[in-house]
Structures are given as C-alpha cells and as structure tokens.
C-alpha cells in the first residue's frame, strides 16, 4: 500500500484518530497530499507503532 486511503472525510478520520489515541493533536494530524511519509513518521513516533499498523488503523476508521 503506497498510498494512504481512509474512508470518508479526512475531518472525519482525524476525530476518530484523536478519540482512539486522546494523545494527538491537530498539528500531529495535519496532512497534506503527498506528505503520507511525513505524516505517517510523526504518528509514528508518537504512538510507537510502525508505519503499516497505523496505515491499518486509518484505513479502518
């Protein structure tokens, strides 16, 4: 999976995210087209999992 996909609004994805994991912030969740490896790598180092779970969980929402 190269591209990041979610269902849905990204508005929508990002209120689910920061119920899941109260941690986040809006600046954490800040995405931009094309950006997916910066954006994943933030999360991922703030959640301390690996890029595909993450991946997994946004595909998911």
């Given at each position: 999976m190269n591209k990041l996909?979610?269902?849905?609004?990204?508005?929508e994805a990002k209120g689910k995210l920061k119920q899941k994991y109260a941690q986040l912030t809006d600046d954490d969740l800040?995405?931009?087209?094309?950006?997916?490896d910066e954006f994943l790598g933030r999360l991922e180092k703030k959640l301390g999992q690996a890029k595909d779970q993450i991946r997994k969980v946004i595909a998911d929402l």
């Open positions: 996909t979610f269902k849905g609004s990204w508005t800040t995405y931009s087209e094309g950006q997916d």
